[in-house]
């Protein structure tokens, strides 16, 4: 309670009582009403409802957490791969499912829809790729049969499975 500067020198003191210090470089007090900042890999700061156009204050996976994700999942996809598809599968949804518990608080679903565009595109690329078809592979693998029979997770229809699932 109090203002950001009481706070702030209450975590001083508390740190200080513990024999640590604040990193004065990294610390910083913002009005989250009126600027966005990054902590812990989330931005937290105003966004506007797009179908209404209000503002609210809001928290969203950050814009280096996603190309962090995205780093992991090309890491994983890389033309050298050989293991089984199976074996690839899971690597990728473990990567997928552990990002998104992370990452299930706030305003996620146009950070999911960001992700699952780009892992679809990325897994096409890959086993066109490996079964040698020429093109973007956009017609022997359908994103139903991707998110299906290859069995990628989907990150967006799995949080709308969840959603629906609570309110039943």
Request: aromatic content about 10%; some cysteine.
């Amino acid at each position: 309670r109090g203002t950001g500067e009481q706070a702030l020198d209450v975590a001083r003191r508390w740190m200080k009582s513990m024999r640590l210090t604040l990193n004065e470089k990294k610390t910083h007090l913002r009005d989250a009403r009126r600027e966005c900042f990054d902590f812990l890999g989330y931005t937290f700061g105003p966004m506007v409802h797009r179908p209404t156009g209000r503002s609210y204050l809001a928290a969203r996976p950050s814009k280096k957490a996603v190309a962090r994700l995205r780093d992991n999942v090309r890491e994983v996809l890389v033309p050298g791969n050989m293991e089984p598809w199976p074996r690839v599968t899971a690597q990728v949804n473990r990567k997928l499912v552990g990002w998104a518990n992370y990452f299930s608080y706030g305003t996620v679903s146009r950070a999911y829809w960001v992700v699952d565009a780009f892992t679809l595109r990325r897994v096409r690329d890959f086993l066109t790729r490996r079964h040698k078809v020429p093109g973007q592979g956009i017609r022997r693998f359908p994103a139903g049969e991707v998110y299906g029979s290859l069995g990628l997770i989907d990150l967006g229809a799995r949080r709308r499975a969840a959603y629906s699932n609570a309110l039943a």
